[in-house]
């Protein structure tokens, strides 16, 4: 289990949103794993239409070590990193929120990420760990 306050620079933090529709980070830093040649189009939030300059995966470090997030684009025009929680649905975690706080778990039920409330968001730490990831499926699902 990991949890976060609000003490976190925007570069290495991520917000768990039920408003968008795949995970997107700002930095390529962040990425453990990037492919350049994909630039799909993405409509933000407050209507603007933005190309990503690739996708890949970003790594989050919790207490039982790095757990990866596959399928993040990479869209230098945020204003900050987003997690969606409907493709965290999709990937088989369980999402609540109870108590102030937004809990992940994995397939097996067990948490995976416990993200205290910090205004009327839940920001989540990357701290991005420096690891060669595993091989991810290739998946061609549209936005």
Do not use: W
């Not at 596959?70 to 493709?87: F, G, K, T």
Request: proline share 3%; charged share 20%; glycine share 6%.
């Amino acid at each position: 289990m990991a949890t976060h306050t609000c003490s976190s620079s925007s570069k290495d933090v991520g917000y768990v949103d039920s408003g968008c529709t795949i995970h997107m980070a700002k930095e390529p830093s962040l990425f453990t794993s990037l492919d350049k040649a994909v630039r799909t189009k993405v409509k933000l939030g407050n209507g603007k239409i933005v190309q990503a300059k690739g996708k890949g995966i970003v790594s989050v470090h919790i207490s039982k070590g790095p757990k990866y997030i596959h399928d993040v684009l990479l869209i230098p025009d945020l204003s900050q990193n987003l997690l969606s929680v409907a493709q965290l649905l999709k990937k088989g975690y369980s999402i609540s929120f109870k108590n102030n706080c937004c809990v992940i778990m994995d397939s097996t039920n067990s948490e995976v990420v416990k993200v205290e409330m910090c205004g009327n968001s839940f920001p989540l730490s990357l701290n991005q760990v420096n690891q060669t990831t595993l091989v991810s499926k290739h998946d061609d699902s549209a936005l």
